[in-house]
């Protein structure tokens, strides 16, 4: 019986011992910054009349709950909401957002996104920005899905995060498994 307490006292102690060490761990370990996202690659390719840019047409479906980090892309990006409600936030850059039309046909003007604001966008609502910095998220409660076409430099990631504290940003390559360091 003695013999069980010491076993249990000194198995207890090394777990207490290596707490600090399992949160430092998981405390240093960057969080994925595209978990609950999927990307599709639809279409791609390199147009003549654009040298050194690929066209993409992608589909982006996001969790329920999920938030992508502030960051940019390598070139202009013309999203689409095609399910869900869609969320993002101006940090610097700007957009144009334009409204489903509304049940009588009649389109509603464009708003001008700036540095500070926030948005919802439902289905049928588009947005147009080139080098903004900004977030995404799934404001709904269902799956979120976005047609997105972008005119992106090759060479570059796709995502370019701001402000993760990782020394470089970190980047996301659509068609890759998850974000890499460039």
């Known amino acids: 019986m003695r013999r069980l307490l010491l076993m ?40 003549a009349a654009t040298s ?13 709950g999920t938030v992508i980090p502030a960051h940019h892309h390598p070139g202009p990006v013309s999203l689409f909401v095609e ?8 940090f610097a850059g700007t957009g144009q957002v334009t409204r489903a039309a509304t049940s009588g046909g009649t389109p509603t003007p464009a708003i001008t ?15 147009f920005y080139d080098g903004a910095v900004h977030t995404m998220r ?5 799956e979120l899905v976005l047609l997105i076409a972008a005119l992106f430099d090759p060479n570059q990631p796709g995502f370019i995060w701001m402000g993760m504290g990782t020394g470089t940003p970190a980047a996301y390559t659509p068609g890759a498994d998850r974000p890499s360091t460039r």
């Open 83 to 90: 399910q869900g409600k869609f969320g993002t936030q101006f």
């Open 8 to 47: 249990v006292t000194c198995l207890c102690g090394a777990l207490f011992a290596l707490a600090p060490a399992v949160h430092f761990a998981s405390a240093a370990a960057p969080k994925d910054p595209m978990a609950g996202t999927r990307i599709e690659v639809l279409s791609s390719g390199t147009p």
């Open 113 to 127: 996104l700036k540095t500070g604001n926030n948005i919802t966008m439902a289905p049928g609502d588009h947005l």
């Open 52 to 64: 050194g840019r690929a066209l993409m047409l992608l589909r982006v479906t996001m969790d329920p």
């Open 138 to 142: 799934n404001d709904g409660k269902g």
